[in-house]
């Protein structure tokens, strides 16, 4: 096997171990010595393919999150070439929005749920190199999902609008993740809880609804 061949294997098996640990252990709990010994390699090759944890951890977002992004936008397109000059409404936009996140979950090798529990943690990790990496991966699916929100909801300013994105990207991912204690609740309470078809099915109109409520203002003119 030539060089290049393994040092891609190599590459990815320390993604591959790094991805299951920073799920099941976060950023910060997760060591390069457990990484190098998941991936039965030494600290050598993770400082030769990556040099950080840092670089590491963004290697790991960045290979399922770029074309996630890309599936996001073109569903977006597809949706606004096909409805025209009608616009979207929020519920269109959301299940644009929904439906990469279903294949993804479905496909074990694009990341399956494993993609969704990462980003999850990816909104909730606290260590601010993360939160300063999001942004840069992320801000297309926000530009071009925040222009529709605020074209089917013009009432709402743009900063309203980008707030309630916001909250509904963290529902999104909390809801295909969760942590167990919900998980386990959930499946004694609730039928096809670990099913993302039935997560979505259930998801949409709670997003909807969040992403159209009354604004601060109506709320207390009605009072």
């Known amino acids: 096997m030539s060089q290049p061949d393994n040092n891609k294997d190599t590459a990815t098996r320390i993604l591959d171990a790094a991805e299951v640990l920073f799920v099941e252990h976060g950023f910060e709990a997760t060591s390069l010595r457990m990484i190098t010994q998941r991936a039965e390699v030494n600290l050598a090759a993770v400082n030769y393919h990556f040099g950080s944890k840092e670089v590491l951890f963004q290697g790991v977002v960045s290979r399922r999150l770029t074309p996630y992004n890309r599936e996001c936008v073109d569903e977006l397109q597809t949706a606004q070439a096909v409805s025209g000059d009608n616009g979207l409404d929020v519920r269109q936009i959301v299940e644009a929005f929904l439906r990469p996140a279903l294949r993804m979950a479905?496909?074990?090798?694009?990341?399956?749920?494993?993609?969704?529990?990462?980003?999850?943690?990816?909104?909730?990790?606290?260590?601010?190199?993360?939160?300063?990496?999001?942004?840069?991966?992320?801000?297309?699916?926000?530009?071009?999902?925040?222009?529709?929100?605020?074209?089917?909801?013009?009432?709402?300013?743009?900063?309203?609008?980008?707030?309630?994105?916001?909250?509904?990207?963290?529902?999104?991912?909390?809801?295909?993740?969760?942590?167990?204690?919900?998980?386990?609740?959930?499946?004694?309470?609730?039928?096809?809880?670990?099913?993302?078809?039935?997560?979505?099915?259930?998801?949409?109109?709670?997003?909807?609804?969040?992403?159209?409520?009354?604004?601060?203002?109506?709320?207390?003119?009605?009072?």
């Open 106 to 223: 479905k496909d074990p090798a694009r990341g399956g749920l494993m993609f969704i529990r990462l980003m999850s943690r990816v909104f909730s990790e606290p260590h601010q190199s993360l939160r300063e990496m999001l942004p840069t991966l992320y801000n297309d699916v926000l530009d071009y999902y925040s222009a529709a929100l605020k074209r089917a909801l013009p009432h709402l300013s743009m900063e309203e609008v980008l707030w309630r994105l916001h909250f509904a990207l963290g529902t999104v991912f909390f809801a295909f993740a969760g942590n167990d204690v919900v998980k386990l609740f959930m499946k004694s309470h609730m039928s096809g809880a670990r099913d993302p078809q039935q997560v979505v099915k259930q998801l949409i109109p709670y997003v909807v609804a969040g992403l159209t409520a009354p604004t601060f203002k109506e709320e207390a003119e009605k009072a």
